[in-house]
């Protein structure tokens, strides 16, 4: 721990961000040392991406600025953030898959003999031991492209520890690792503390928070919350401190009346990926589905809805066997998926609000194979007054949307297919407040009309507030199922991380 | 800016609208050279020689709004064309050997379409080997020397005139052929599922489109118009030879790009690229009239190609920044178009429920 | 514990299957062999076998440089009409100046094809140009300049003064000077891409683009590095082409682009980019060239040749992206079960 009276290696004044619309960051300010662990905390769409980026040079700020050892530095893109020390470790890896790892960790600088040449050698000498500091079960010579999402993570954090870092920013990096990696992982960090790197860290695991952390800065809505030492924080402050309201308030669950099982899944396996997952959905029901990134949550909803083929396994919708051969064939039978990318896989950015809302339901609107304009027109103007969607016209282009907007674009798209059972991939990931309320509000009318729901989310509050039950998965396995009335984020945690409650 | 001036930038930036300017100004150049290029017969029989490459540029727009490319187009048709003759020297009646060169065309592009949506591998690389391969098979299929006996009733398609023996019976044939795709493009539900596909496969697979069948369906289409293009070329030059439009792939290929067409998929206009034909054909013309050799000519029209796509990035660039919207693309249309037709139809009148048939 | 067990399974079986490529590809060549050897009777002889070198050696040469662009995920279908451009200036100066140094005027063939091969590097990586588009539109503009410069007509081999020719017929040690000189350049070039730092990033690049750029890989000066040093070999190409068919005219080497593009696929350097050996475009040139050997002496039809590489082009994409795709299913798998095995035992 530094004494507080030294100079800040970072400190933040004022920072603010406004994306289409969005606020993402407002007046934040605060500072950090160097050799201190310092742990970064909020909800999603709380701003801490957004300051990520803005710290790495990525984006920069409308207002305020930064301070780097007490002068004040603008950080112009990502190559003068390295340049001054700051190395972000991407939630999303970015590997080479064609190369080893040793050559993914010095990809742009290998080290060179003295005739500027690589030198391979000292290479993979130097990747070796970084591998081994880590405690990783890979070598250098390794090819990355056989490599899973667990390991491409560690492959990343290897990136970042092998560049001399003064402040090292590492954004969910346990994600996906497991326990035994994640105490690698740690003793790292506290060595690299102890060298007096400053290290920024990004969790939604608040034990984690509270075992590695120094000091904790927590975040809400884009506003700076409190900057205050681990030591004198519960983890019920913490809550307190990122929620900033009761759960009701947020998550407005109507009751519905829980009817017949309309969905039955059983023995659900994918090699490598998810093993014998059963369970059953009832209609009007709404359940959750918990489990950290890389458990397999989207791997089995992908398989169902027949973007990824099972291996073994059968389901059935409302009694009669269904074979998820493609997506196409899981929308004829009821199912719809709102899937958790949705840049990539959700919506079609340069295509109108209209034509994304029509797209899974053209065949319908399109007989005899010509297109209804007006139709369309009037499908989206529907659902934009159904879901408040704040587009001008149903020709506004998606792509000029805010964040939330397109969020609710993508649910309409699913919704005018009538589905029975509607599968939600990390519905509210990246949108604002207001949304997130309209989205939640949204998905409780839904369930008491008679729509079965499942709920994939990393987000436990929003699992907890909205699910009648909640099944946890945990590599590849359902690991738990917890009644509305006994769910609790401790019980959740403890299923999802495999390790006995903690008593809390 | 004044909103006047924005309004009159706005349809200034159509690419459309810059295609018909180029087509003014090319022909203002075309004049200079020579007071013939404004004679009735000049201007009616412009497109003509370029009929083929037309209708293969048709095709290619499909390929290319789907993300993909073929580039195997041109020694496709030439498959198309030498089977045509050699199934017409055989006896057969010309009308079923040119119908026959239509499904080999066909059946090539599905080849392509097959490993490309099937096995899911790069469209480039395909047909880049399959404009060898079909090249190749152009030569081994027509051993011979060439066929040019066709019946004179047949030529008449590409080479005939009708109205007082000054309409090229090509001019209607084109016009009607590129009418029709643009319905197909625009105004179906395949050509949506196209677009969509050109500019999301992912979003569009997540969506239940039909993508692996439709990547096909591209394909075969480039395919089936590279034979028409083929039935077309043997009326027009009344004969068939295994090198048959050599060297023409660069037209094609110009014709879409500067019509408009985003090399990376999922936005052109049919309009643009018969606008793009016509400037293609326009300049070839004038630089004949200019006694310009045909390899020199490339220089310009490769130019061209080169320029259209730098334009259309640094338009793109240049609009991304400000609008956070693509212009140059069908959206913008749409904004006109659907508000107009809002007033007259209110959205009241809607039906209900679309999912009740 | 058998962790280091399973690491070099894992590289092993990766290796292996890279290694399996150039096997395979010298499994096809002896199969080649044999067959014409058997089929053709002077398939065999000295003669013959200079023969092959010599048309081997210059789409090697060619091949190099095509290999470093196909390696950053980009394509270059201009170096038939650079080769046939630079062909025809190397002729046209050793015409009009019968004493010019020889080593003088592969260096301006050379400087010619560099700033050939820049102009389609500047425009893939600053004009932002996709490279099939640009280097389609390059190969005619070029072929379209050569046309202007040969003005129709032609260079013989009587223009041209010996020393240049014995290029061509020398054969020190049995082996034509142009075999020589394209094993410099393949020697040349696997050293470069194993051990120069920046070619390394060809590979990365062609890997993975985005996660190049976040890597501080000045992804755009690459690109163009790439393009000049294809252009530039494509330019020494001309010059040995104007050496061994003396005879150049504006049509010279009119589709060599596709005779380098097969060697470099079959060759096993991936379309995809990021990955792909000297070594195996040389034994893929060796392939392609001992192929259409046979085919002459066997007098098939030219144009089989035409076909067989289109087709070569095509079998060698397939298998490529097939075999990608089970090596990352095995490699995955595997590791699948070593995580299990290792949480089993965790677990106990």
């Known amino acids: 721990m530094t004494e507080p009276g030294g100079t800040p290696l970072l400190e933040l004044r004022g920072v603010t961000k406004t994306y289409g619309g969005v606020q993402a960051l407002a007046d934040v300010g605060f500072a950090i040392q160097p050799a201190t662990v310092h742990a970064l905390v909020g909800e999603n769409g709380a701003g801490k991406s957004t300051l990520v980026k803005i710290v790495t040079g990525v984006i920069h700020p409308d207002d305020g600025e930064l301070l780097i050892d007490g002068a004040p530095t603008r950080v112009g893109d990502p190559q003068a953030a390295h340049r001054l020390g700051i190395v972000a470790m991407y939630q999303e890896p970015t590997v080479f898959p064609d190369l080893t790892v040793a050559e993914n960790v010095f990809a742009g600088r290998h080290p060179r003999s003295g005739v500027r040449t690589v030198d391979w050698r000292a290479l993979r000498i130097e990747a070796s031991r970084i591998l081994d500091e880590l405690g990783v079960d890979f070598g250098p010579d390794t090819p990355v492209r056989g490599l899973g999402v667990a390991d491409r993570q560690l492959l990343e954090i290897a990136k970042a520890l092998s560049s001399s870092a003064r402040l090292l920013i590492m954004d969910e990096p346990t994600a996906a690792l497991s326990p035994n990696e994640v105490e690698n992982l740690f003793a790292t960090v506290r060595r690299l503390r102890e060298r007096g790197v400053a290290i920024v860290f990004i969790s939604h695991r608040l034990e984690e928070v509270t075992l590695i952390a120094d000091t904790v800065t927590i975040l809400r809505d884009g506003r700076h919350v409190a900057t205050q030492p681990a030591a004198e924080l519960s983890h019920g402050a913490i809550v307190r401190l990122m929620v900033g309201r009761s759960l009701d308030a947020l998550f407005p669950k109507e009751e519905a009346e829980i009817g017949d099982v309309v969905f039955r899944a059983g023995g659900l396996s994918r090699g490598g990926v998810f093993s014998k997952v059963s369970f059953e959905l009832r209609r009007g029901e709404i359940v959750g589905l918990a489990g950290f990134v890389g458990s397999g949550r989207t791997e089995v909803a992908r398989s169902i809805f027949g973007i990824d083929p099972l291996d073994t396994g059968r389901l059935w919708i409302e009694g009669e066997e269904f074979r998820p051969r493609s997506p196409r064939a899981a929308l004829r039978r009821g199912l719809a998926y709102l899937p958790e990318d949705r840049l990539h896989q959700g919506l079609v950015q340069p295509m109108s609000v209209g034509k994304n809302v029509s797209m899974a339901v053209l065949p319908e609107l399109t007989p005899g194979g010509f297109l209804r304009p007006r139709r369309e027109r009037a499908l989206a103007r529907r659902f934009m007054n159904q879901l408040r969607i704040k587009a001008t016209s149903p020709a506004q282009i998606v792509r000029s949307l805010s964040g ?58 929003e699992v907890l507030g909205m699910s009648d039950r909640i099944l946890v998965m945990r590599e590849g396995r359902l690991v738990a199922e917890i009644g509305r009335a006994e769910a609790t984020q401790e019980r959740v945690i403890a299923a999802a991380a495999g390790v006995a409650e903690a008593a809390a | 800016m004044t909103a006047a001036r924005a309004i009159a930038l706005r349809l200034l930036a159509r690419w459309e609208t810059l295609l018909v300017v180029a087509i003014v100004g090319a022909g203002i150049w075309s004049t200079t050279l020579s007071p013939f290029f404004l004679k009735r017969a000049n201007l009616l029989d412009l497109v003509t020689p370029y009929i083929f490459i037309g209708l293969m540029a048709f095709g290619l727009t499909f390929v290319v709004v789907a993300g993909e490319i073929d580039i195997s187009i041109v020694s496709n048709m030439a498959v198309s064309v030498v089977c045509f003759a050699q199934v017409f020297d055989a006896g057969v009646n010309v009308w079923l050997a040119a119908l026959i060169g239509l499904v080999v065309a066909t059946v090539l592009g599905l080849v392509n379409g097959a490993l490309v949506s099937v096995l899911d591998l790069p469209s480039l690389a395909i047909t880049l080997g399959t404009m060898a391969a079909y090249a190749g098979l152009a030569y081994v299929i027509l051993s011979g020397e060439g066929v040019a006996s066709f019946p004179s009733g047949y030529t008449k398609i590409g080479g005939g005139y009708i109205a007082g023996n000054e309409l090229p019976i090509a001019l209607p044939v084109i016009l009607a052929v590129a009418v029709v795709l643009g319905i197909v493009l625009h105004a179906t539900r395949f050509g949506r599922y196209v677009f969509t596909i050109g500019s999301n496969r992912e979003a569009a697979r997540f969506s239940g489109i039909p993508v692996m069948r439709v990547r096909m369906a591209v394909f075969a289409a480039s395919g089936l118009m590279a034979g028409l293009a083929g039935v077309v070329y043997v009326g027009y030059f009344g004969s068939a030879r295994a090198d048959a439009g050599t060297g023409s792939l660069l037209d094609v290929v110009t014709a879409v790009v500067l019509g408009g067409v985003d090399i990376f998929g999922g936005a052109g206009s049919m309009l643009g690229v018969f606008l793009a034909l016509v400037l293609v054909a326009e300049l070839r013309n004038g630089m004949q009239l200019a006694n310009i050799q045909g390899d020199t000519q490339d220089i310009v029209i490769g130019g061209l190609l080169l320029a259209a796509i730098v334009a259309g990035n640094l338009v793109r660039r240049a609009q991304t920044g400000r609008f956070r919207v693509r212009p140059l693309r069908l959206g913008r249309k749409e904004v006109i178009a659907h508000d107009a037709a809002d007033a007259l139809m209110p959205s009241k009148l809607a039906p209900q429920n679309l999912k009740g048939r | 514990m058998n962790f280091p067990l399973r690491r070099t399974s894992a590289q092993s079986l990766a290796s292996a299957v890279f290694r399996l490529r150039e096997i395979g590809i010298l499994f096809a060549l002896g199969a080649a062999v044999a067959f014409f050897a058997i089929r053709a009777p002077n398939f065999l002889s000295t003669g013959n076998w200079q023969g092959i070198a010599q048309n081997v050696a210059i789409v090697i040469v060619v091949g190099v440089g095509e290999t470093l662009v196909v390696l950053t995920r980009n394509i270059d279908l201009s170096v038939g009409s650079i080769v046939g451009l630079t062909a025809y200036l190397s002729a046209a100066t050793f015409a009009h100046h019968t004493g010019a140094s020889v080593a003088l005027v592969a260096l301006i063939a050379i400087a010619i094809g560099f700033g050939l091969g820049l102009v389609n590097g500047l425009l893939v990586a600053v004009a932002r140009v996709p490279a099939i588009i640009a280097t389609l539109a390059t190969l005619a503009i070029y072929r379209g300049v050569d046309v202007q410069i040969t003005g129709g007509g032609n260079i013989t081999a009587y223009q041209l003064p010996d020393r240049f020719l014995k290029l061509a017929s ?148 397939t298998i490529d992206a097939l075999v990608t795709r089970r090596l990352q299913e095995a490699l995955r798998r595997r590791r699948a079960e070593a995580l299990a095995a290792r949480h089993l035992e965790a677990g106990t």
């Open chain 3, 170 to 317: 020398t054969k020190p040690v049995g082996v034509p000077t142009l075999a020589w000189i394209a094993a410099g350049v393949a020697i040349v070039g696997a050293a470069a891409v194993r051990w120069a730092p920046w070619s390394r990033d060809f590979y990365a690049i062609g890997s993975n683009p985005e996660a190049a750029r976040f890597a501080g890989i000045p992804v755009g000066r690459r690109v163009i590095t790439a393009f000049a040093i294809s252009g530039a070999l494509a330019g020494l190409g001309g010059f040995l082409f104007a050496s061994r068919f003396p005879t150049v005219d504006a049509v010279a080497a009119k589709g060599f682009e596709l005779d380098v593009i097969t060697a470099v696929v079959i060759g096993g350097v991936n379309v995809f980019g990021g990955s792909g050996t000297m070594l195996g475009v040389v034994l893929g040139a060796l392939l392609v060239a001992t192929i259409q050997d046979g085919f002459t002496l066997l007098r098939i039809s030219e144009f089989w040749r035409l076909f067989f590489n289109g087709f070569a082009i095509v079998v060698a994409v």
């Open chain 1, 404 to 461: 939330g907007n397109q969020q609710k674009v993508v649910l309409s798209k699913w919704l005018a297919a009538d589905p029975k059972i509607l599968i939600l991939d990390e519905p509210t990931h990246g949108v604002d407040v207001g949304t997130k309320a309209d989205v939640h509000r949204t998905i409780s009318h839904l369930a008491a009309q008679g729509l079965t729901i499942l709920l994939i989310s990393s987000e436990l509050l």
